[in-house]
């Protein structure tokens, strides 16, 4: 399958271009051109898949580096689209989504036969975590290798992100799936393993990965900014003309929870203690909202139980948002419940300074005490997961005394954009994406 002629490169300098005063010196490099596949990428899809987001705000970053970035993904519907562009990021869905072991085979085929095919006018391909999809990649550059000629694709590299945390970990899925096995034999067949923690790193050579291969690349914080009145003020207007639901007075608080619904529909559940515990905190605090962003085989359940509570009409469930930017302005506090949120929903409540109660599990526990000290660590608003008297005690600690809650949230997202600096983050992308591609151009 061939592929017309990519536009003009994204605006700003390409990686590997110019001194570094800024000025030309020799001729300019073409962009780095990278190819990120991915089993989702939805740009609405924050709530419903958190791998969906980070893996959004990734290519993002990268296409704001200068780098010519094209994504591959699946179809999940026959009507979804061949192709389209989110900003200058040119998205190909080339197969229909696996649904079971013969058809995840096919799709394997198919997504390494397309990926060869492409690679003549790649630098990179790089897999969005260890799956089914790592295996495509491997077999893409086997076929890439054997070619005996001299065209460019003889230059192409690999690479696949390792990420996530406790149940959402890539290393649990390689532990688990009936797959994961040959899922990480690929791994070891390509030319970098971009980790995002050590644990993973552990993970990866106790499997075999050659360590010369690994590189660490922590995710990063931007700069904390506050959100003026009329900022939040304009944001809650806003959402209220779309979703009635999301109508609040300037005296609410809005208490936000993003992720995926799903888990056993009961009251046991870590988002069921949330449901269950609604009505009692809802009755304590008058103005408060709760806001439950994302979708999943949960969200019959919770709206079921919320209505029978009689608390639905202060707990909205609106679904998914294509652009998450005016929810956060409008929320005052976020609870996160499970490890899928660490992904995406952790990261930008304390990105954002919002106060945030968390569940102490293993995953998340370890998720914190891998980014800030031990005393950072035990001063976030712990609760035990199996008891709702544990999370109501812990919510009133914090809502009681916003305002010091606000300042210590505060503390922490200045101590995370120190300790991991968003322009770190990029600047080691740029560096493991474009040193071969030097090293080509020069050769």
């Known amino acids: 399958m061939s592929l017309p002629p990519m536009g003009l490169p994204p605006q700003g300098s390409a990686i590997g271009t110019g001194s570094p005063t800024g000025r030309p010196s020799g001729p300019a490099r073409p962009p780095t051109r990278v190819l990120w596949v991915t089993r989702r990428y939805w740009p609405h899809g924050a709530g419903r898949h958190a791998r969906a987001a980070a893996s959004l705000e990734t290519t993002s970053e990268l296409a704001s580096l200068g780098m010519q970035v094209e994504v591959v993904t699946p179809r999940y519907g026959t009507h979804w689209s061949h192709e389209f562009f989110y900003d200058s990021i040119r998205v190909h869905r080339v197969a229909s989504a696996p649904k079971g072991e013969w058809s995840m085979q096919r799709y394997v ?6 990926i060869a095919d492409q690679a003549s006018r790649l630098d990179w391909i790089v897999c969005d975590g260890i799956n089914e999809d790592v295996r495509s990649v491997a077999a893409a550059m086997t076929q890439i290798r054997s070619t005996k000629s001299s065209q460019r694709n003889t230059w192409t590299r690999s690479a696949v992100v390792c990420d996530g945390w406790g149940g959402d970990g890539d290393d649990v899925w390689c532990r688990q799936a009936r797959g994961g096995r040959r899922s990480i034999q690929a791994v070891s067949q390509l030319d970098r393993v971009i980790s995002r923690h050590a644990a993973l790193d552990r993970f990866l050579i106790g499997d075999g990965v050659p360590p010369e291969r690994i590189v660490r690349i922590a995710p990063g914080f931007q700069r904390p900014g506050r959100v003026s009145l009329p900022q939040r003020l304009a944001a809650r207007n806003a959402l209220a003309q779309i979703n009635t639901d999301l109508k609040t007075t300037p005296d609410d608080r809005v208490l936000l929870w993003c992720g995926h619904m799903t888990g056993r529909c009961n009251y046991e559940s ?31 359940w919770i709206h079921t139980e919320l209505k029978a509570e009689g608390v639905r009409s202060v707990v909205a469930i609106p679904g998914t948002f294509s652009d998450m930017t005016e ?10 419940s499970d490890e899928d949120q660490l992904r995406y929903t952790l990261p930008h409540a ?6 945030t109660v968390l ?17 950072v660590a035990d001063s976030f608003a712990w609760y035990d997961a199996r008891k709702p008297s544990s999370f109501r ?8 005394d916003l305002p010091t809650a606000v300042d210590l949230a505060w503390e922490v997202a200045m101590d995370a954009s120190r300790r991991f600096s968003m322009t770190d983050e990029l600047n080691q992308w740029a560096s493991v994406l474009s040193s071969d591609a030097a090293a080509k151009s020069s050769s």
């Open 327 to 336: 929810v956060w302005n409008c929320v005052d506090g976020v609870v996160v």
């Open 109 to 114: 085929r198919q997504l390494g036969n397309w």
């Open 359 to 375: 569940a102490d599990s293993a995953g998340i526990r370890a998720w914190v005490k891998d980014k800030f000290t031990p005393e």
């Open 270 to 300: 870590s988002l069921g203690l949330l449901v269950g515990s609604a009505r009692i905190i809802c009755a304590r605090y008058p103005n408060l909202k709760i806001w439950m962003i994302g979708d999943g085989e949960m969200h019959d």
């Open 393 to 400: 005690k812990t919510f009133r600690t914090v809502w009681d």
């Open 350 to 355: 304390i990105g954002l300074a919002l106060p």
